[in-house]
């Protein structure tokens, strides 16, 4: 059974920062290229950022120079560190797996809020 985990949300302050993790199971996590996307309340689910199995990043122009993805191939698990937070980061994030196959998290809130 395949399990994608998102843990590390929560509520911080503008100019906080926060660290997602998405824990993969049951998939052969290092083929796997991976991505963050959010949604917030009334709006579509964007790609945030995505890594693939070798290491190449792709950013939204949003998060640029704020966000970094990573990936820990020996835990299974990639992670989103969130710098510099704003009000309009506030969404709930969810970890996918791209390809080859499609498995989605259950997503994890970020708020950012004074």
């Known amino acids: 059974q395949v399990q994608l985990v998102e843990s590390g949300g929560g509520l911080v302050q503008p100019g906080g920062s926060l660290r997602l993790s998405c824990a993969a199971s049951g998939i052969s996590f290092a083929i796997y290229n991976m991505g963050w996307y959010r949604q917030a309340p009334g709006k579509q689910r964007d790609l945030v950022a995505s890594i693939t199995s070798g290491g190449s990043t792709n950013y939204a122009d949003s998060v640029k120079g704020r966000f970094t993805i990573s990936r820990d191939n020996a835990k299974n698990t990639v992670y989103l560190q969130m710098n510099s937070l704003q009000p309009e980061d506030t969404a709930v994030y969810y970890c996918?797996?791209?390809?080859?196959?499609?498995?989605w998290g259950l997503g994890t809130q970020v708020t950012v809020s004074s």
């Open positions: 996918k797996a791209r390809a080859p196959y499609v498995y």
